[in-house]
Every structure is written in C-alpha cells, then in structure tokens.
C-alpha cells in the first residue's frame, strides 16, 4: 500500500505567469509513488482559490500569512486535526520567504515543511558565499536606501534581482535609478555586475547544508521579469560538480534557484538565489529528478540519499490554459470558505473539467 499523505500548497494560481505552486500540485497528482491527498490553501476565492479547484481534492480559503500570521498558523492547525500527515509547500518565493519566519509557529501547530532558516533571509538575494564560489562586484541594498546603488560607479549593464526573483537589465545609471524607485515597497535588491557568458538556472533542494538534489537547466525563454518559459538541462559532468560545491558552500536550506553566468573559461559566476521552487520545477520530474516529490519525502523524515544524475538536453516549453467551471464552485468558496471534490457529485464535477485532468484521488 502506498503511504498515505496531505500536501497543502500556497500560492496555486495561473495568470500571466503560472506559479511554482499551481506546477507542484500538476506534478504532485502525476506521480505514482505516494497516495497525495491535495489542499490548496488559498487567500482570495476569486482568485487563487477558483484556480486551484481544477488541481486539488480541497480548496481552503486562509488568512492572508503576510497580513495576518497568526490567524494563518491558527488555520494550519485546524487543517492538521482534519488531514493526516500534512506537510506544507510553499507556491512562491514570496511564500517561502514568509513561512520561515513563522516555521517554529508551523511545526508547533503540526505543519511539516523544508524552509529556510529565517536569519538567512535577511542577506538575500546573495547569500554569505563560502571558498569556491565567485560572484561578481555587486552590492544587496535594503528597500529603505534602495538609491545607495547609484552613488557607486557601476560597469553596464547591470542586473537587478530582488529578493521574490524578478529581475531586470540596467544600461545606464537612469534605467537603475527607474527600476529601484519602481521596485515592491521595502523589498530588499541585489545589483551585481553583468559577466559575458551563458545564463544557468540550477534547482535544487536541501534539508540541512548540502544539497539533496539538483538539476542545472539553460533558460531559453526569459520573460521581462525574469520568469523562464522554456528552458533545457544541462549534465556536464564538470558542470555539475562545480555546481554542486557552489550550493553546498552556499548552505541553503529548502527549495531555492540559484542563478550563474557560465563565462567562456568554464567558470559558474553567482548571480542570485531565490527561496522556493523555480518556475521550471516540472522540469526536474522530466529529467528524472522529482524534486517537489523529494521535498514531500524530505518533510515527512527521510534521509537524504546520495545525489542522483538527471538527464541532459531535456526540453520543457510552458503553455498556459484556461479551465472552465460552474460558478456554484466559486459560489461555495465565497459562502463556505472551501470545496472539495467530495462535495459534489462525479457527474456534477465532469461538467467542469475533463476527466483526465482532475479526477479525485480520494473521496
């Protein structure tokens, strides 16, 4: 009998850049080795909630947990008395960033989670580095003196990554000087120097120190803010293992992306980590590394194995889809504060999606 499992996920929405969360619940109700019961927590009904009706057994409308913590944790706890074995997966940096600081809250209240450690956040998005790790001039400025940045003399063009994982290209001190002012209010931003080379995105995810599991991809389609739309692995031996020392000196704990230039001499430039699950995280599934499937086993207690391969030259291209349903589903959530597929009929569930895409796990 496969062990039986509650995964509750945050930030599970679409839009114009579907989330790490919304990927994770797909991924989760693809694979076949653990009996997942899915919860989607949700903080607006007509938001995240309507949209992650089509991917889980329950939806949950909760406490916003940047606004009000302590009803959040207080709702955790509730869901813990009613779902067995729930472990909790941040949707998005933002989230991850948040549930950190409150992970003693969490664990208190049943939650299992791989997070951060909370006094980490603060040196985002570039951590303390250890030997091996080269990263170019750059300087992380706090969002109330975000301007300090342009009373140094920078060599353009010059990124601008904030702690969520936007980013943006500065080619003169005016762009920087727009792009800090437009910035998230008291978000905290990194400014670093461009090195010519190849953009790596590595994934990757660790309970303690050294990283459990990590795949390397080269993002092909980048959107403005960062976001990667399609992207391919990479399993250069020697890559890899440079790979594997830079994230083992940076000390991460959790899911996170780190980004690097691959200079023409073969030598990985830091350029920025980001808490949570990158975008492409479907990816690491395709390559044979699962890794929001290895955090639910991470969570639940066990150890970490010796770091696997994963395959080379694995392509993913993400598509956005609309999926309608009946507005006795929204209807509910606004009313009752939740749904669940055992709520409704079969019959009554298939008028809203197709079959393949959303049959119930549980009833």
């Given at each position: 009998?496969?062990?039986?499992?509650?995964?509750?996920?945050?930030?599970?929405?679409?839009?114009?850049?579907p989330s790490a969360g919304l990927v994770a619940a797909q991924m989760l109700r693809r694979q076949q080795a653990l009996?997942?019961?899915?919860?989607?927590?949700?903080?607006?009904?007509?938001?995240?909630?309507?949209?992650?009706?089509?991917?889980?057994?329950?939806?949950?409308?909760?406490?916003?947990?940047?606004?009000?913590?302590?009803?959040?944790?207080?709702?955790?706890?509730?869901?813990?008395?009613?779902?067995?074995?729930?472990?909790?997966?941040?949707?998005?940096?933002?989230?991850?960033?948040?549930?950190?600081?409150?992970?003693?809250?969490?664990?208190?209240?049943?939650?299992?989670?791989?997070?951060?450690?909370?006094?980490?956040?603060?040196?985002?998005?570039?951590?303390?580095?250890?030997?091996?790790?080269?990263?170019?001039?750059?300087?992380?400025?706090?969002?109330?003196?975000?301007?300090?940045?342009?009373?140094?003399?920078?060599?353009?063009?010059?990124?601008?990554?904030?702690?969520?994982?936007?980013?943006?290209?500065?080619?003169?001190?005016?762009?920087?000087?727009?792009?800090?002012?437009?910035?998230?209010?008291?978000?905290?931003?990194?400014?670093?120097?461009?090195?010519?080379?190849?953009?790596?995105?590595?994934?990757?995810?660790?309970?303690?120190?050294?990283?459990?599991?990590?795949?390397?991809?080269?993002?092909?389609?980048?959107?403005?803010?960062?976001?990667?739309?399609?992207?391919?692995?990479?399993?250069?031996?020697?890559?890899?293992?440079?790979?594997?020392?830079?994230?083992?000196?940076?000390?991460?704990?959790?899911?996170?992306?780190?980004?690097?230039?691959?200079?023409?001499?073969?030598?990985?430039?830091?350029?920025?980590?980001?808490?949570?699950?990158?975008?492409?995280?479907?990816?690491?599934?395709?390559?044979?590394?699962?890794?929001?499937?290895?955090?639910?086993?991470?969570?639940?207690?066990?150890?970490?194995?010796?770091?696997?391969?994963?395959?080379?030259?694995?392509?993913?291209?993400?598509?956005?889809v609309d999926h309608p349903t009946t507005i006795d589903v929204l209807r509910q959530l606004v009313t009752e504060g939740?749904?669940?597929?055992?709520?409704?009929?079969?019959?009554?569930?298939?008028?809203?999606?197709?079959?393949?895409?959303?049959?119930?796990?549980?009833?």
């Open positions: 009998m496969k062990p039986h499992v509650t995964v509750a996920l945050t930030s599970v929405h679409g839009g114009d850049a009996d997942v019961r899915l919860v989607v927590l949700a903080t607006d009904a007509f938001a995240d909630g309507i949209q992650g009706v089509h991917v889980a057994d329950r939806v949950v409308v909760v406490p916003p947990l940047a606004r009000d913590p302590e009803a959040f944790v207080a709702r955790i706890r509730d869901l813990t008395r009613q779902e067995r074995r729930l472990v909790l997966v941040p949707g998005s940096p933002g989230d991850t960033i948040a549930l950190a600081s409150w992970e003693p809250a969490l664990r208190g209240a049943g939650a299992r989670a791989i997070l951060p450690r909370a006094v980490r956040l603060r040196e985002l998005p570039f951590p303390s580095t250890g030997r091996g790790v080269w990263a170019p001039r750059h300087l992380v400025v706090a969002g109330s003196n975000r301007l300090q940045a342009l009373r140094r003399v920078w060599r353009y063009p010059v990124g601008v990554r904030w702690a969520d994982g936007e980013q943006a290209w500065a080619y003169n001190p005016t762009d920087l000087h727009a792009i800090l002012a437009a910035g998230p209010a008291g978000a905290v931003a990194g400014v670093y120097e461009a090195v010519p080379g190849i953009e790596i995105s590595v994934a990757t995810l660790a309970r303690d120190a050294a990283p459990a599991s990590l795949v390397i991809a080269r993002p092909l389609h980048v959107s403005e803010n960062g976001v990667v739309w399609s992207a391919v692995t990479m399993a250069n031996p020697r890559l890899v293992a440079d790979a594997r020392r830079a994230m083992a000196a940076l000390r991460w704990r959790g899911p996170a992306e780190a980004r690097f230039t691959l200079d023409d001499g073969g030598r990985l430039w830091f350029t920025g980590l980001t808490p949570g699950f990158p975008s492409w995280v479907s990816l690491t599934a395709a390559a044979g590394q699962d890794l929001v499937l290895q955090y639910v086993h991470l969570a639940l207690g066990a150890r970490p194995g010796r770091l696997s391969t994963f395959a080379d030259e694995v392509f993913q291209a993400r598509v956005s939740e749904t669940s597929h055992a709520a409704r009929s079969r019959d009554h569930l298939r008028t809203a999606a197709p079959d393949h895409a959303h049959a119930p796990l549980h009833q």
